[in-house]
């Protein structure tokens, strides 16, 4: 199953699973009462499990974790960061199809 491959990730452990990930990283930024966050949940999960050996995939609920949302200047959710080397490669913001989800990952691949 997918899910397993997905990482729940917070304030307290975003550096060292995101920033210091030996592989480049989607953070998906989402809250429990986001239509659109829940819409495109099972495509992130997806793609966590299809390329799980390339990327590490993770979840950030926005209203548990304000400091690092608020780090990254996430304004509208779901917002999905692509992280490299510990920096952010790329910005994705709303709901968009899984090919489009696919083609902004395979930026750091």
């Known amino acids: 199953m997918a899910g397993e491959f997905l990482v729940q990730v ?3 452990n975003f550096d060292e699973e995101i920033l210091k ?4 990283a989607l953070v998906d930024f989402w809250a429990p009462w986001c239509g659109p966050c829940k819409a ?3 495509a992130v999960e997806a793609l966590a499990g ?3 050996d390339q990327l590490k995939v993770a979840k950030l609920n926005i209203d548990d974790n304000q400091k690092t949302a608020g780090t990254y200047g996430v304004r509208s959710i779901p917002t999905l960061l692509l992280f490299k080397g510990g920096k ?7 709901l968009v199809p899984k090919e489009r989800l ?3 990952i395979k930026k750091a691949l």
């Open 40 to 42: 495109i949940g099972p």
């Open 50 to 52: 299809q390329y799980h």
């Open 10 to 12: 917070s304030d307290a």
């Open 102 to 104: 696919e083609a902004f």
């Open 88 to 94: 952010v490669l790329d910005t994705l913001v709303g």
């Open 21 to 24: 990930a030996d592989k480049p």
